[in-house]
């Protein structure tokens, strides 16, 4: 069976865009493939963390993924520290990644920004880490969005390079899952920005634990500009804020642009802001109370995940002897 890895970095509260862009599709992958959604927290750590923060935004996650429908009967949820195959896998293939492939890495750039020399070794080596998250349990399809395309890329450069080297199958190049269904949610306070967790403005995103005013303030405040709906989504091309909300709605409802213009063609944004937030809060509604009961109870969340973590360390133990063994290290 072909098997899903895939994650979300707490490094705050899981937002709209993790929800659009990534968990809605886990829940319908667990019906197709063998499944491990992960929360890397190590990943977390490649941008300064406050320890307290960092423990309720891993918990948080973890109620969000099962409120959301992940069901940890089928698949397997897990906190990426926890098992350590991941990073004794990263070390192994860092060994085998050229400076060059890591300092083409768009990522690494945009987040060092000009402080390159500032920046933390874990920051440049986040690809390769990435990369172990994924080949350590094989995996065989992960779902990536746009920004996450390169770092795939050079993990099945890391794999094909060990296989390579060791005559050896045993990394399979791992398959992008690209999902018709994502979207890629942009901030509500700027059409062109991405809506992320490290925005400072947390106008800009809905969280996934905001309740039903909260969201219908973010709506209200959210940037639009003074013409109406469009007739066609091609009006939106220089819009980027009116196309974010309708590509929202649109997402949601599971319909394409063109119906949702066709639907409010020439109304005005506070009539769709409203429509917009009575669907935003039907369906995060449920999450947020779900994830709000879970974590009453941390000790069970906790279970969860240390069962999940059991469950990894299996797999992620068995490949990291074979690894060993490949490459000569003596397990006497
Ligand atoms: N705005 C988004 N739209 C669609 N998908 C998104 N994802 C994140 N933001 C959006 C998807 O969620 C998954 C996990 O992403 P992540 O949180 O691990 O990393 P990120 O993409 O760096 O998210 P943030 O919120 O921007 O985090 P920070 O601010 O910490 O860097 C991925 O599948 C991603 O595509």
């Not at 350590?84 to 050229?98: F, K, Y």
């Not at 925005?199 to 003074?226: C, E, F, G, V």
Request: glycine letters at 6%.
């Amino acid at each position: 069976m072909s098997r899903i890895l895939s994650g979300i970095q707490p490094t705050g509260y899981l937002h709209l865009g993790n929800y659009l862009g990534a968990i809605r599709n886990w829940v319908t992958m667990q019906n197709d493939y063998e499944c491990l959604f992960c929360i890397v927290d190590l990943h977390a750590l490649t941008t300064p963390q406050d320890p307290q923060m960092l423990r309720q935004s891993i918990r948080t996650a973890a109620a969000v993924y099962i409120a959301a429908g992940i069901d940890p009967k089928r698949s397997i949820i897990f906190n990426q520290s926890q098992v350590t195959g991941h990073t004794q896998l990263s070390w192994l293939l860092s060994c085998l990644t050229p400076l060059g492939w890591l300092n083409r890495m768009t990522q690494f750039k945009d987040k060092a920004g000009k402080q390159k020399d500032q920046a933390s070794l874990g920051l440049y080596a986040y690809p390769v880490l990435m990369a172990a998250d994924i080949l350590i349990y094989q995996a065989t399809h992960v779902p990536v969005g746009e920004d996450q395309k390169q770092h795939l890329e050079l993990a099945r450069d890391i794999a094909g390079t060990f296989n390579r080297a060791y005559k050896t199958e045993f990394f399979p190049l791992p398959e992008p899952q690209i999902l018709g269904t994502a979207t890629r949610v942009m901030s509500l306070r700027d059409g062109l920005a991405k809506m992320s967790k490290s925005d400072p403005s947390d106008y800009s995103r809905i969280h996934l634990m905001d309740n039903a005013d909260t969201i219908a303030l973010k709506i209200r405040k959210a940037k639009t500009d003074p013409a109406p709906l469009p007739f066609s989504p091609k009006e939106l091309e220089s819009r980027p804020e009116a196309l974010n909300l309708i590509n929202i709605y649109a997402a949601l409802q599971g319909k394409t642009l063109e119906n949702v213009c066709q639907q409010f063609a020439g109304q005005s944004f506070a009539v769709f802001k409203k429509e917009l937030t009575d669907i935003l809060v039907a369906t995060l509604g449920p999450i947020t109370q779900e994830s709000q009961n879970l974590l009453k109870d941390i000790s069970s969340i906790d279970a969860l995940l240390a069962e999940g973590n059991a469950k990894a360390n299996l797999i992620a133990q068995k490949n990291i002897e074979e690894v060993h063994n490949i490459m000569g290290l003596l397990r006497p």
